[in-house]
Every structure is written in structure tokens, then in C-alpha cells.
């Protein structure tokens, strides 16, 4: 007998969402979740928000700064859009879509969060359910092995140095070579004496040292370089 899907969900999302997870077989635990409204594993979870929940969070700057929780907490964080159409239902609104799609641009395109956009509590559900299997059961996902430019540079060699570093792209490595002297060195070092904070429920709040302040740069990135650097690895190949 397969093991059933798990989903940690807030106790304030909606029932409908809750019961049609459970007709999907999945076993739902309920929790007041701080961060997120759906939790699938260690690294990924899910941030629901409807058109109207957009709107609102927009104008009263709750969005971004859920978002930049999510990011400092999950490796693998996903907005879930339902019924977008919602958002344009008050005239107002109707001309200001260009505010909407800009802040669903900055979140994707430079916050790097997928955006999956769902026009029922249903389909969210059904969506859950998918992530929740990709998540859990063991799937085989192609080895994509990072490129080395072909006329290199002293510096596009740091930047593929440092993109050896967890969630490290070449955008990231840039950043993180200009705020540090353009010196993988300085890098790794402002990482590894960074201290990480921590909210009295033991969940990371913020950055105390080098890496304070940069953007894009929260604890989860942190923790995950300072255990990839400090970690002792005793496992030979074969």
C-alpha cells in the first residue's frame, strides 16, 4: 500500500480547499502557519492569494514582505494566483493593472518565485496535490551540469567558482563579488562569520554581520552555504 501525500495547511484557508485535498487522498494536518499556507516538505511551500487577497495585499505592502519571508524560509517557495480576474472586478482597479502585472513581474522575473495562476479552490487543490506528489514521491528530474564560458575571464571563472554555492546564479555571484572586494575569498568568508537570527518560535528572522542588508541574500541562503562549506563529507566515490 503507497504511502499517502502529506500537507501541512493553515487553519484559515478555506474548508473547501481542505476537503477536496482529502478526496484526493492526501492526509491534512492544521496548523497557524506564520510563513506560508501550505507546506508540502522541508523546502517547499505555497503562498495562496486570490485576485481580491492580491489587491489588498498590494496596497498595504503585506505582499512583498510575505514574499521575502517565504524566500528566507523555503528553498523552493510558490505563489498560487486564484482567480486573478477578481482583482479588476472595482473600477478603480481596472486601470491600474499595470500596478498588478509589475508586481507580479518583480516577484518572478526578480524575486524568482513561480507564479501559478489557478481560477478555482479546486483547481488549487488539485495543484497542491501535484506538487505535494513531485515533492514526496521519488521522482527522476534530469542533471543539468552549470556551463563554463567558453573565453573566460578572471572573473567569469569567480562567477562560476561561486555558482557552486547553493542557489548561486550568475546574477547572484555578481552581487555577491561586487559587495565583497570582487574577491571570491571576502565571499566565502562574510558567509561563513554571517550570524543568523532567530524569533523566539525558533523560525529565522534576519542576518547580523557581513551579509546584512543585500538583497536577495536572507537566512535560508545562509544556513544552507555555511552547512555546504562546514559539513565534513566522508562519502568516497566509487
Request: charged letters at 30%; proline letters at 5%; glycine letters at 6%.
Amino acid at each position: 500500500m503507497s504511502t499517502p501525500l502529506h500537507i501541512i495547511v493553515d487553519h484559515r484557508e478555506p474548508p473547501e480547499i481542505k476537503k477536496r485535498l482529502k478526496k484526493l487522498g492526501m492526509e491534512i494536518k492544521e496548523e497557524q502557519l506564520d510563513i506560508a499556507d501550505y507546506v508540502l516538505s522541508e523546502t517547499v511551500a505555497c503562498e495562496r492569494k486570490t485576485g481580491v487577497d492580491l489587491i489588498s495585499s498590494i496596497m498595504d505592502n503585506r505582499l512583498f514582505e510575505q514574499i521575502d519571508r517565504l524566500i528566507d524560509t523555503y528553498e523552493q517557495p510558490v505563489l498560487i494566483l486564484e482567480n486573478l480576474e477578481l482583482a479588476f472586478e472595482r473600477t478603480e482597479w481596472k486601470k491600474r493593472k499595470k500596478h498588478v502585472f509589475g508586481a507580479l513581474t518583480y516577484i518572478f522575473l526578480r524575486r524568482q518565485v513561480p507564479v501559478v495562476p489557478t481560477t478555482r479552490k479546486s483547481e488549487t487543490a488539485i495543484l497542491l496535490n501535484r506538487i505535494a506528489s513531485w515533492t514526496q514521491e521519488e521522482k527522476t528530474d534530469p542533471l543539468i551540469a552549470r556551463k563554463s564560458p567558453k573565453k573566460r575571464t578572471l572573473r567569469d571563472d569567480q562567477l562560476f567558482f561561486l555558482q557552486g554555492l547553493y542557489n548561486t546564479g550568475q546574477k547572484k555571484g555578481e552581487i555577491l563579488l561586487d559587495s565583497f572586494g570582487n574577491s571570491p575569498e571576502e565571499v566565502l568568508n562574510s558567509i561563513l562569520t554571517t550570524d543568523v537570527l532567530y524569533t523566539k518560535t525558533g523560525n529565522p528572522k534576519g542576518l547580523e554581520g557581513p551579509m546584512k542588508g543585500i538583497e536577495g541574500f536572507g537566512p535560508k541562503y545562509v544556513l544552507s552555504n555555511q552547512r555546504l562549506l562546514r559539513t565534513s563529507n566522508n562519502e568516497k566515490s566509487d
